[in-house]
């Protein structure tokens, strides 16, 4: 009988003691949580938070606007109150600055993929990002850069055209999915003479 009761009760002190680990564990865990999502202060934006220098090393990377950080915020599980104060603070410290994403934006994609106005125009639109920024950075680009990009593009896609009567056309129709606008392209097709329809 002696062995049964003390059985017994070492089975309720087991008990207690999973009980305790997994409420000593769960506290943990909302601690963690509460650390995550703890709101910045004014004073010391940086503080110890954990999201911080996540955030800076994502500002760091490459160049940023203020959507893509937005977005990253909330992959971290970011209330949108603290989203906010991050992204004031990292205006502040000049970690990020929409005019200056589009600017970066607009002559990369120029240089590097030779795309059109159009193209860059309706990819910084789908960012949400202020219209005036966006002219802006379209405004800067290199004209001369720009039609040598275009005259590039076209020269590259008729040296991959057999002969026939619709090489303009299709010329026309790449120029226009890199993003080129139709005047732009028309006036290119009538000054490259590979493109004239032959009489």
């Known amino acids: 009988m002696r062995k049964r009761i003390i059985r017994k009760v070492g ?3 087991a008990r207690r003691r999973e009980r305790e680990l997994f409420r000593a564990e769960r506290e943990r ?3 963690q949580r509460r650390l995550k999502n703890r709101v910045l202060e004014d004073e010391t934006p940086a503080g110890q938070d954990l999201v911080y220098p996540l955030i800076v090393r994502f500002c760091l990377y490459r160049e940023r606007c203020s959507t893509e950080i937005r977005a990253r915020l909330y992959e971290l599980g970011v209330d949108e ?7 004031k603070f990292l205006r502040e410290e000049r970690y990020y600055d929409d005019a200056r994403f589009c600017r ?3 002559y990369g994609k120029m240089h590097s993929r030779g795309w059109g106005k159009e193209k860059i125009r309706n990819e910084l ?3 949400c990002l202020e219209k005036t920024d966006i002219e802006a950075a379209l405004a800067g680009l290199d004209p001369d850069i720009y039609e040598k990009q275009m005259k590039k ?3 590259e ?4 055209l057999p002969e026939s009567p619709n090489r303009r056309e299709l010329v026309f129709r790449h120029l226009k999915r890199r993003g080129f606008a139709t005047n732009e392209i028309l006036r290119l097709l009538n000054f490259l003479p590979e493109t004239q329809k032959k009489k």
């Open 11 to 13: 089975g309720w002190e």
């Open 29 to 31: 865990q909302e601690e």
């Open 81 to 87: 109150k603290t989203t906010e104060k991050y992204l």
């Open 104 to 106: 970066e934006y607009a």
């Open 125 to 127: 639109e789908a960012r």
């Open 153 to 155: 593009a076209a020269k």
């Open 157 to 160: 896609k008729l040296a991959t």
